[in-house]
Structures are given as C-alpha cells and as structure tokens.
C-alpha cells in the first residue's frame, strides 16, 4: 500500500471539522477513491460508498426531498446493508460529478451533522454547470494530485530519517555527500519517467519494469482521451484532444510559451482558449503565467495573454514523448529544448503539487527568462531551472534588482551559496 499525505489530512479533518463536507477534487486514477476508502476502514464504525458512475441508478436517491432522513431512506432502498450510525458513519459520495443534487445535498448533510460526508470528483470544475446550488460554506474543498516526489521515495523504500536529512542540508545550505547526491539524482530521473500515477508506481515497486510503466501510462492517456470524448462540449472535443496531445510539442520548443498555432495552424485563443480550460478543471494541466514586471503580490502583474501548460504528472508527459525518452532520461543521455521543457514540467508537478501558484517572467524585448517565480517574505523569489550546466545570466540579472534579495539555480548541482544565488540540487525543491 502506498504511503500518502492525505491521509493525515483526512485524520486532520475529522478531528476539527465543524458541520462541513469534504470534497476531494483531482484528476481521476490519482488515487481519491482508495486513500478515502482505506481512512473510512480504520477510522469509522459503519462505511456507506455510494458510486454514481459504477451504479446510475442510485441518484435517484437525491430526487425530491433532500432532508438527511428522506436521504437515509432512499438511499437505504438501493444498498439495503447500508448501517447509518450517528457520529460513528463516513458516507462517501464518489465521482459526485455524475450526481449534481448529491453536491446540492452536501449543505444538509452538514446542517445535520450526524454523519461524516466526504465527496470526491475527476471532473468537477466541467460539470458546475449542472448543480443547481452549491453549498457555500458547509463543504471544504480540497485538490489532491497524484504522488509528488517524497511520496516516490517513501514508495521506493527510502527511510524519513533520509529524507529529514536532506531537508537539514536544504535549511542550513550545506553541501550533500557525493555519493548521497548521485543516489538522489537516479530516485529523481526514476520519478521523472514513472512519475507519481498509483497504478504506475505500484507497478514499478512491485516489477522494476520500466516497459510495464509505459503500459501503464498509455491506458491512462486513453482513459483521458476518452474522458474528453465523453464529458466535453461537443465543440471542445476535437479541440481540446489536440491541445492535450500538443503539450509535449510546446514544451520541446525553445520557446515553451503555449502557442496555439502549434495545436493547428493558424490556431488563435478564440478557438482553444474554452479547450484548455476543460483540461486544466478536469485537473490535467496546470497553467503557468507570465509576469509584467518581478514586484510582489505576483498576482497583480499576470499577463493573462501568455502563459505555458504543463502536464499534472511529469511521468505522463515523458510517455508521450515514446518509450525511448525514458532510456534517454535515465541514462541522462537527453540533450536539446525538449529536455529543458522536461525538466520545466518536472519543477512545475513539484510546485503545482505544493499548492504553489505558478508564474514565470520572460520579457518580450530580450533574452531574458525567468523560469518560475515564487515569493518569500513579500518578495519575488526568482528560479531557473538547468537541465544542463551552464551560466544562470538572467538569474544573475534579476538578483541585481531592487526587492529581490534571493533566487535560487536548481538542477544537476550540490548544494552552494553564491551571494544572493542559493544553488540546489533540483530534488530539493520537494523542501521549497
């Protein structure tokens, strides 16, 4: 069994809750189901599961009255061994995307507050459209993402004492043993090719083969597909599959601002903009914004015009490029813009999976780049992200400014400090 954060944050939730639902929102396959299934067994007297996608029928039970007794009842008529213990219950509504009144029913299932209720759904943020009142204020939203890369390791069998470690090198700035790090850099060019799927880790655990991984990765790709063929507007099918499958194109360009003419020539935002953002509400791309200037808040100067798209898992990415990217990785045998598009979507699954917002700056007039941008202290935290060795010259440059007073070079490096400049090995971005 997979070790997983949030678990703790189902626990944390349960003990300070106070007349709320939990809803678990995040890409499907990520592991939503399993992890509140597993927290449901060892936590709770009585377990009721309802699935709106395996069983239609059962939101019916949602027709009509939505008082939790009228619920109980209806419910009680499809799943007859259902036990409704007050205080001692988890009822979990899975894939609530297919039941709208159930999302609807979550404020009365708070008001009442007998029962725990947590809901999870793929697709949520396609489908809100269809509920016909959301509970403000009586549900807690929550985004889950497949494993990030201290989840891999616990997954791989790396100890928390090694871990901790680690993070003591990134707090105090010291350097790592040699051999620690060359270990470190194959765990993270391993997480880059399987990425952080449950199925596909499991599998990876359990046969080390990397041709099983791909396989893996490939019917999750499909079952994407067809979600998109399934749940998108019927003008967005077409539209928003080409978007998807354009992803490792951007990002092996020179340029990885997301261009919509390589989508489709002479492609414009008025045709895919609607399509892009099905696939980031269905939680499979994240977007990344550029900057007008590096000044904080960072979220007064977006330019909502250009931004980059990145995958929400760096391993799906990889497999899309074919199974000889993994060799190439492994071996770090890659050379070109398509790795330093990799490496990009790399430090993006890791923020994206901190619930950090992404930004990067790129001016139109120069050279000058920026891959991402954080903030510290109220200030911007400038990082460039190397997928090979080289000179950081607009890094340089931006610690140059006024009110930037760090950045961070993260890629193939120990650990060094450098004036403003901290140099990092990109593993330890886990710890930003």
């Not at 616990?154 to 993070?167: E, K, P, T, Y």
């Not at 979507?345 to 890791?350: E, P, Q, S, V, Y």
Request: aromatic share 12%; glycine share 6%; with cysteine.
């Amino acid at each position: 069994m997979l070790k997983r954060k949030y678990t703790e944050y189902l626990k944390q939730w349960k003990a300070t809750k106070q007349k709320e639902c939990l809803l678990v929102c995040g890409a499907r396959q990520i592991g939503k189901t399993f992890i509140i299934e597993d927290f449901a067994r060892n936590n709770y007297e009585s377990f009721v599961e309802l699935n709106f996608e395996q069983f239609p029928a059962l939101k019916s039970a949602f027709d009509g009255e939505l008082t939790v007794a009228e619920m109980i009842k209806r419910i009680s008529v499809f799943i007859p061994s259902a036990r409704f213990i007050p205080h001692k219950t988890l009822i979990f509504f899975d894939e609530i995307q297919s039941c709208p009144q159930a999302r609807t029913s979550l404020k009365f299932w708070a008001l009442d507050d007998s029962y725990d209720v947590i809901a999870s759904g793929s697709l949520l943020g396609v489908n809100y459209k269809a509920v016909s009142s959301f509970p403000v204020g009586y549900e807690r939203q929550v985004n889950m993402y497949s494993l990030d890369f201290e989840e891999y390791l616990w997954a791989v069998g790396l100890s928390d004492d090694v871990i901790s470690s680690l993070r003591e090198h990134f707090i105090n700035r010291s350097k790592i043993d040699d051999a620690i790090h060359i270990k470190m850099m194959e765990y993270l060019r391993e997480y880059m090719v399987v990425g952080g799927m449950p199925a596909v880790v499991s599998q990876f655990v359990a046969t080390k083969n990397f041709g099983i991984v791909q396989q893996e990765q490939e019917k999750i790709i499909a079952a994407y597909l067809n979600d998109i063929a399934k749940y998108a507007e019927s003008a967005d099918r077409v539209k928003a599959r080409g978007c998807f499958l354009s992803v490792p194109r951007q990002l092996a360009k020179d340029n990885t601002k997301f261009q919509y003419s390589v989508v489709e020539h002479n492609g414009t935002a008025r045709k895919f903009g609607n399509s892009l953002d099905w696939l980031r509400d269905a939680g499979i791309v994240a977007y990344c914004y550029n900057l007008s200037t590096l000044q904080f808040p960072l979220s007064a100067y977006v330019r909502d015009d250009q931004f980059r798209i990145y995958l929400t898992d760096i391993g799906l990415l990889v497999s899309m490029y074919g199974f000889e990217m993994k060799a190439a990785l492994l071996t770090d045998a890659l050379s070109g813009p398509a790795k330093g598009g990799i490496f990009e979507n790399l430090m993006a699954d890791i923020l994206h999976k901190k619930k950090l917002p992404l930004y990067f700056y790129k001016k139109d007039d120069s050279s000058m780049e920026i891959e991402f941008v954080l903030t510290q202290d109220a200030k911007p935290l400038p990082i460039e992200v190397k997928s090979k060795k080289g000179r950081t010259q607009s890094l340089n440059t931006a610690l140059t400014w006024s009110g930037i007073e760090q950045g961070y070079k993260f890629g193939n490096y120990n650990v060094g400090v450098d004036g403003k400049k901290v140099t990092m090995p990109i593993y330890m971005a886990m710890f930003l």
